[in-house]
């Protein structure tokens, strides 16, 4: 028997999710978006609700009580970055997501000693941001992807073995979600250059502080204002044998052990196309045309009932797959996960688009939030690989 409904504390969880996204995280996405300033740091002002939400849990939330967690599961999070994403996609997905979703992973997969180490902070109860960083500029990122033999494709950054130590160098892209702001990186670079890429990939955690890694400026970005993507160049940056995560190669491996990171997108995006239904609904009762609210119109109507059918599918999709990282990790990591984020991306996209035609003229204006929520749902669609690449790996696995 198949159960869809939120347990009683996952209602409370939601609603807590809620109030902060509403309360207290969207009074400063507005001022953000407002400020038309490109040089605002977007982290100045997002810093306390990241703090404010680890305190409520939101980025502990999967992590087992054991190591100071929650102990709570994917779908929980799940429920919680939708009312994030319905507020800000940008903060949901760059502070909440990565941090949330890189904590587990580092509970999942590292020694015993890694985890105390590197999770010493959430008993702590202080805040700590993480990145990731794979995609470098001159370099295709969808290359992680690609099953050819030859070693030249790929990624550059290399790592070099020394003794006890690994000395790192290279550059990565200025896409970087929180390059230069983040507490800790774990960082993508190659064990050897004459092996095909999906065999010589390995996972460096590297703390911000470490000698020879420098940032480059924020990235202006069309949309998620609220969050700061930077390059991170890489100058023989040493890293200790003990932060090597997994063995050498390993990296492609451990990764696929993370469906939460696209499960985690792709709940952030069924929230905003949730919001984008929800702003076009309200406009379209009260904007009156031949003497009638626009809804009233056929066509108008039938617009929103689409946007509302497509959110619940992409909701179900997205639940289906957390419930799966449960139960059957390898088939939501291969399949569902990144299905389910294609789709709730595609969803968000035509949801945003649909919005601006609702509100006719005032669609495009900076006065209403559909021009935001088209620009942010165009975002998802390569944030965390394009949708092409998403695709062509679900069809391998089928
Ligand atoms: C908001 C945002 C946040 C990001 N955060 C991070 C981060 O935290 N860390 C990080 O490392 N990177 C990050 N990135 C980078 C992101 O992972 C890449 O931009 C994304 O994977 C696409 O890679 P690319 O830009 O190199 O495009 P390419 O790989 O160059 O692809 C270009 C186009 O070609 C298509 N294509 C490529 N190969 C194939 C193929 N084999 N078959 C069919 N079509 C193909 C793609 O679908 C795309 O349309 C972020 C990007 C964005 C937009």
Redesign the pocket.
Known sequence: MIDFSLTEEQQMLQSLARDFAQNEISPIVQIIEESNNPEIEPWDFCKHLFHKGTELGFTSLMLPKELGGVGGKCIDMAVVLEEIGAVDV?IA??YFN?TAAMSLFVSRVTTQEQQKRILSFVNSGKPHLF??????AN????????PFPDSNIGMKTFAAREGNAYILNGT??P?????GIADAYFI?ARTAMDKPLHESLSIFYVPTDTPGIKFGKKTQ?IG?KA?H?AEICLDNVLVPVENLIGQEGEAGKLLMLLPEVAIGLAASYVGLARAAYEYALNYAKRRVSWGRPIIEHQSVALKLADMIINTQAARLMVWDAAVTAETSPQLAATIKAPAAKTFAVDVAIKNAQTAVEILGGYGVTKECLAGKFLADAT???????????LR?GVVNFL
């Open positions: 940008s997905c760059s990565l990145s990731a960083a794979e995609s470098e370099i295709a990122t969808s290359d992680i992807f690609c990565k892209s896409l970087v979600t929180n390059g993508i970005m998620w969050s993507h975002i998802g669609y390569s944030c965390d690989f394009t949708r092409e690449v062509l």
